[in-house]
């Protein structure tokens, strides 16, 4: 069983590995062509940092598949031999923070060099050490109090009903759906400051889009993201009475009126098509089969590993081979996202107009640097968005 485990974790990180291998090399080729839709100076920066980003996606797949045979021989048995005794929720708390701390930390070397060497050295990343130091001690706080508490939660349902993996899909799913609810107001300040939009006048037409859009929300902020990055990006967050309209400071350095009411209508448009209630039921088809699958695993695959059947070994296998599903169903997520980018470009065309969003979408590509050609397969696997030549193609462009 275990030589079947490890020859699936394979295939699986090979995929990945040729994926961004054909990027790379599709890039490669397409920065000799004709600069389309950026100049040709910025045509070659935003080649140059897509193939930086997929060399670094590569050695990271190469780390992440040391760590899995780092797991699968001997260190899930070997952490559950010194934690778990007699399988007490507590125990099995204990185990599943352990694991994901340490995979943490034996990650940290990445997350470091793309937040300070390779981000920075492109223009992108501006936080300091002491953010970044605040930043990752604030989020360790939020994850073992939020996490231990549903690591407690699923143990509690593993160990009380008999049909476990439907209610933890449940429990999962809700706890999802809170979070989403109170991150803007109660999380997301916690890194970030909001204030008010103060500009009246953008402020009274971003209000009109909501009014003809139908959304209510609790109000318009800008956020300091520059803070931290200089990339450009709005959103509209949190659900229910918590929604908000956030409009990063960078993006309001960059873009004009009638090109930030173009990009606010986009997302207006997912609102209007009831996108986000499809990606939600979307997210909870996903969520379901992944707790079907994990649900119902013989008791050889625990034994492949070295373990006992229990709550911390099956969401520790949760967690170290729920990817695999996740990738594989990816292209069928990334089709039907693409489908509603489409029509949301349509709708936030209208709410300004087709040249206002071209020249923003432009704008935006070029500001993050936003390689406009990709490999058909990375873009079967990884887009949400369809290439940028394709949007502005639907949009009238003449590109």
């Known amino acids: 069983m275990i030589t079947f485990i490890i020859a699936l974790y394979s295939l699986y990180f090979l995929a990945k590995v040729y994926i961004s291998a054909s990027e790379i090399s599709f890039v490669l080729k397409a920065k000799n062509l004709p600069a389309v839709i950026l100049s ?3 045509y070659q920066k935003a080649a140059a940092y897509k193939i930086a980003n997929e060399k670094f996606a590569i050695i990271s797949l190469f ?5 899995f045979f780092f797991w699968a021989v001997f260190g899930l048995k ?3 031999n010194l934690i778990v005794t ?6 099995s708390t204990a185990f599943v923070l352990i694991f994901i701390a340490v995979n ?3 990650t940290l070397p990445f997350e470091l060099y793309s937040t300070f060497v390779k981000d920075k050295r492109f223009g992108f990343s501006t936080i300091s050490t002491k953010t970044y130091i605040i930043d990752s001690i604030k989020s360790a706080v939020i994850f073992v109090i939020i996490g231990s508490l549903i690591i407690s939660l699923i143990a509690w349902i593993l160990s009380t009903f008999e049909f476990w993996w439907l209610w933890s899909f449940a429990a999962i799913f809700c706890v999802i759906l809170f979070i989403n609810m109170f991150y803007p107001t109660l999380i997301a ?4 400051k909001f204030t008010p939009l103060e500009n009246s006048e953008l402020k009274s037409s971003i209000e009109i889009l909501m009014q003809k859009a139908g959304l209510k929300s609790s109000g318009i902020f800008t956020m300091d993201a520059s803070k931290r990055d200089n990339r450009l990006n709005a959103y509209f967050g949190g659900l229910g009475k918590s929604k908000r309209v956030v409009l990063f400071d960078t993006l309001l350095k960059k873009l004009n009126a009638s090109e930030l009411l173009a990009v606010l209508g986009h997302e207006l448009g997912h609102f209007k098509h009831k996108d986000i209630l499809k990606n939600i039921a979307v997210m909870a088809f996903l969520l379901f089969i992944l707790f079907a699958i994990f649900g119902n695993l013989p008791i050889t695959v625990y034994e492949a590993f070295g373990l006992e059947r229990g709550a911390h070994s099956i969401i520790a296998i949760f967690l170290l081979l729920s990817s695999i599903v996740s990738f594989v169903m990816m292209p069928l997520f990334g ?3 693409r489908k509603n980018e489409y029509k949301a470009d349509e709708y936030g065309s209208e ?4 040249e206002a969003l071209i020249s923003a979408l432009i704008k935006l590509a070029d500001e993050n640097k936003s390689f406009p050609r990709s490999h058909f397969l990375y873009i079967a696997f990884y887009h949400t968005h369809p290439p940028l030549i394709e949007r502005l193609k639907a949009l009238g462009a003449d590109i």
Request: hydrophobic share 40%; aromatic share 20%.
């Open 40 to 42: 040709d100076e910025n």
């Open 63 to 67: 780390w992440d598949y040391a760590l």
């Open 189 to 192: 300040p916690l890194f970030n």
């Open 86 to 91: 007699d399988g007490t929720i507590f125990q």
């Open 335 to 337: 089709y039907l996202s």
């Open 104 to 106: 943490f930390v034996l």
């Open 351 to 354: 709410c300004e107009s087709k």
């Open 78 to 80: 070997t952490l559950q």
